[in-house]
């Protein structure tokens, strides 16, 4: 990416083209010739100049052609330089904001679902496919635990952290404990694990639990042992997505090979996780354009990530598609969503934990 910007410029009647070339293929799907250039209003060049501009534009790889058309298409390289360097951001106007936040206010509180939610006005408003990674739940700061009993030698334990999400933990019990004494070691627990890491409280809590001199000793000591493991599963993360519709109308996917790689990505979750939380770490908002991606699934797909807060946990959302994407739409809309998200999640848990 950053070769492309520190080792070559192009002149003026390159960038034109090339702008011309990327936006009108984004738009029509139809590799783009020098005549239908020659055409746009404003333009002074003839179509044999445009040819020319356009050869170059090949020999520099910027550009390639279909065997079956004289037109030309944008390679990788050719995106990259467009959204660099050429590309204004389309905003969302305020009907298009107002509309995704009536959307995702008028669901239900729950995180899941409003992130689900989120996913499927991604994919509309994109006409691409949508995608939600949730919080990392293993970011937060251990808030409380609240112990309910539930049925006879069942507990109910609550795991709240201080972003407002919760984790919520079935446990069997060797005996019926009363509601007073769930009471006092959850009240024992919270006093000794408050306000740590959650990953600091899993490498620490048999030291800060071991040697109680309060009454159930061994049993406090049991029930707090038992949200390790749950820690470890809270390091899974769930997502959503919609709009695979939008994908199988593509032209690009008439391909029946490229149409199954993506399928068969939206089936393994794990690697989807994966590339998302790649994207996740470079900060802001990313664009990862076709060979740029690192999984050989999506090699002929452009990527548009960034992330969304809730407190102290961030979660990840953003557009997959083909590499013919509306760039400049695409990356308003994941920026306003990722702070319309941030905002509306923030509003929910401060009336009350929000169950994830």
């Given at each position: ?239 959503h997505f919609g709009g695979t519709n939008n994908i199988m109308v593509q032209p690009e996917f008439f391909d029946q090979q490229k149409l199954s790689n993506v399928l068969n990505l939206l089936e393994s979750k794990e690697i989807l996780i994966h590339l998302f939380e790649h994207n996740e770490t470079m900060g802001d908002l990313s664009i990862a354009i076709g060979e740029e991606n690192r999984d ?61």
């Open positions: 990416m950053d070769a492309i910007k520190k080792t070559e410029t192009l002149t003026e009647r390159e960038r034109l083209v090339l702008n011309l070339i990327v936006e009108n293929f984004v738009h029509s799907a139809v590799p783009i010739g020098s005549r239908m250039i020659s055409k746009k209003v404003g333009m002074t060049l003839s179509p044999a100049t445009i040819r020319n501009v356009m050869g170059d534009l090949e020999e520099r790889g910027y550009l390639t052609h279909p065997h079956t058309s004289a037109g030309r298409v944008p390679t990788d390289k050719g995106y990259r330089f467009y959204v660099d360097s050429l590309m204004g951001v389309e905003a969302l106007s305020e009907t298009e904001k107002q509309k995704i936040t009536d959307q995702l206010t008028r669901v239900s509180k729950e995180v899941d679902v409003i992130l689900d939610a989120a996913s499927q006005v991604l994919a509309r408003v994109s006409n691409q496919l949508g995608v939600v990674l949730s919080p990392r739940f293993f970011q937060g700061i251990f808030d409380k635990i609240e112990l309910v009993p539930i049925a006879e030698k069942k507990v109910l334990m609550v795991l709240s952290i201080k972003s407002g999400l919760v984790r919520t933990i079935l446990l069997k019990m060797e005996a019926e404990v009363s509601r007073e004494v769930l009471e006092q070691m959850a009240a024992v627990i919270n006093e000794r694990l408050h306000g740590l890491n959650l990953q600091d409280m899993k490498r620490t809590l048999d030291d800060r639990i071991r040697d109680l001199d309060v009454p159930n000793a061994e049993l406090v000591l049991t029930v707090a042992q038992s949200i390790i493991p749950h820690l470890d599963r809270a390091g899974h993360r769930s997502f050989e699934l999506i090699k002929y797909c452009s990527l548009i990530t960034t992330s969304y807060h809730l407190g102290s946990v961030s979660g990840t959302l953003g557009v997959l598609g083909p590499t013919r994407m509306h760039y400049s739409k695409v990356v308003s809309l994941v920026d306003f969503m990722a702070k319309a998200l941030s905002n509306i999640l923030t509003e929910e848990v401060s009336g009350g934990g929000a169950s994830n």
